[in-house]
């Protein structure tokens, strides 16, 4: 059995862990423009809002006339969308 000063260190290094985890999701929330999306997306404005309206990608964010995405969500669908242009040989 683990003694409890044990156990406060791990318990404290788990919290440091998690403390870190946040930090590091946190920085990457940058917001992405509709110009930028598409640019990473290798596609018009126009197709991306396309995409948007058959539901392969979710409705933007709105902060006033802003429409963003956060930077962890448009690295997931270009991810999602490099995977799936695989082709097998």
Excluded: C
Aim: aromatic residues 6%; proline residues 2%.
């Amino acid at each position: 059995m683990r003694s409890s000063a044990e156990h406060e260190l791990l318990q404290a290094i788990f919290n440091e862990m998690q403390e870190l985890k946040k930090a590091i999701q946190i920085k990457d929330e940058r917001r992405v423009n509709v110009r930028e999306f598409a640019q990473r997306m290798n596609v018009t404005p126009a197709t991306l809002y396309n995409r948007i309206k058959e539901g392969l990608i979710r409705e933007p964010h709105k902060d006033g006339k802003l429409s963003y995405w956060l930077n962890s969500y448009v690295n997931s669908i270009i991810t999602q969308s490099l995977n799936s242009d695989k082709v097998a040989a």
